[in-house]
């Protein structure tokens, strides 16, 4: 710590802006890297030399796609089989103990990857056109601006994110405690960056890459794979662990666990291969998203807003701790309203100045590091025009879902999706 005088105004966050001292205090520094990890970050820097070099326009497109379509093949062809399989013994037995023990089962086998649906948050709104009309009217012009056709549902929930799902319908979250906490160019410039990802929905290749996450999620959901958080190097300290374990219980058991084992660790191996095929994709999309947002918005807003991502989010859950001490689905949303407001210069510019400073690379995660994400916008983003984006009549029609969601929190529902 400098000299300097601090900044920052009673009850913020008082720091250094000269030497960056508790810019931001709840950092944690993230553990040493292993080799694989290491060279997953050499990889990324290589992608984000790229995007400062020749802007995201020169990453590459389609290379993670047919990396996870060839390792996903055999599992298709492997639920294609149960199911033909099923469908024979089903029409062709004459036997109905054949056709409901055998037919049957292999039959659900089959179609498995259909039937799985990956989990989204527990307490969702989906929103109505005709009740929501200026909001389903400023992401679709967003959109056709983009060149993406509307998302076909929009729905409000509790999170703190504003994403296009992972499903094929091109749905459209948006998390009322972020949306409240941004500024009105700020939500125009995060509405933007999802309509970029939407321009990716509406073709052959999303379709085929939301079939392959799907098939992705089915497994690594049944084994108990995380696919996107491969922390350890080589075959994971959890796994010899758990064989360790297997061999030592008692009984016929040690042979049953360690044959369970044998068939996970292919799967382990598998599934790094995934997150080597998918580590990049999400990455160079986040960088065109960006530029994107960029174009259409400001520079200014897209940074904005990736610094409210990045650090204001316990803004919020002190004021839902407080809310929480006198529950009342009615004051919800006004309680949510005020995050944008009042918020000192200082603290924004504490805020923006933590995401610039943020380097910390998770070598498998959905997004670069927001110190680079912000180096690639200011390096390419240049706004072609300037528009008043005024949000409040939206938010006064958030307020009937915004009651729905409190209510499903104050009533500790969960897995409801209402309209």
């Avoid at 407080?322 to 009042?342: C, G, I, K, Q, V």
Wanted: charged share 25%; net charge positive.
């Amino acid at each position: 710590m400098c000299d300097s005088e601090l900044v920052g105004e009673a009850a913020h966050v008082r720091w250094c802006e000269r030497c960056d001292w508790n810019v931001d205090p709840l950092h944690r520094a993230s553990g040493p890297l292993g080799a694989d990890e290491q060279a997953s970050v050499a990889r990324a820097r290589k992608l984000y030399e790229v995007s400062l070099a020749q802007g995201p326009e020169g990453l590459p497109r389609r290379g993670a796609s047919f990396a996870l379509f060839a390792l996903v093949l055999p599992l298709f062809a492997f639920h294609l089989v149960a199911l033909v399989a099923g469908i024979v013994v089903f029409t062709g037995s004459s036997s109905l103990v054949w056709r409901f023990v055998a037919g049957g089962p292999l039959v659900l086998l089959g179609l498995m990857p259909v039937l799985h649906r990956t989990a989204h948050a527990d307490r969702v709104v989906q929103l109505v056109p005709d009740e929501h009309q200026e909001l389903f009217s400023a992401v679709g012009n967003i959109a056709e601006a983009l060149g993406a056709r509307p998302p076909r549902r929009i729905e409000v929930s509790d999170r703190w994110l504003i994403a296009v799902l992972a499903d094929s319908r091109g749905t459209l979250e948006i998390g009322l405690p972020l949306w409240a906490s941004l500024r009105p160019e700020e939500r125009r410039a995060v509405l933007a960056q999802q309509a970029y990802s939407l321009r990716r929905t509406r073709n052959l290749r999303r379709c085929f890459d939301v079939a392959c996450q799907r098939m992705v999620a089915l497994w690594a959901t049944a084994s108990r794979l995380d696919y996107t958080n491969r922390r350890a190097g080589g075959l994971s300290q959890q796994m010899r662990a758990e064989w360790r374990t297997a061999a030592h219980a008692d009984s016929a058991a040690p042979r049953v666990t360690q044959r369970k084992m044998l068939l996970r660790w292919p799967l382990e191996a598998w599934s790094r291969l995934v997150a080597r095929a998918t580590e990049h994709e999400s990455w160079c999309v986040a960088y065109r998203a960006d530029s994107a947002a960029a174009a259409l918005v400001s520079p200014d807003a897209v940074a904005g807003a990736v610094s409210v991502v990045h650090s204001a989010k316990p803004r919020y859950e002190a004021r839902e701790s407080e809310w929480r001490r006198n529950l009342d689905a009615n004051s919800w949303w006004p309680r949510m309203r005020e995050l944008a407001t009042d918020v000192p210069a200082s603290e924004r510019r504490r805020w923006l100045r933590s995401a610039e400073l943020a380097t910390d690379q998770e070598p498998f995660g959905a997004f670069p590091p927001d110190s680079w994400r912000l180096a690639v916008v200011n390096s390419h983003g240049a706004s072609s025009a300037q528009s008043t984006f005024s949000t409040t009549s939206i938010d006064d029609a958030l307020s009937a879902p915004a009651r729905r969601i409190a209510s499903m929190v104050i009533d500790g529902s969960s897995n409801r999706r209402t309209r």
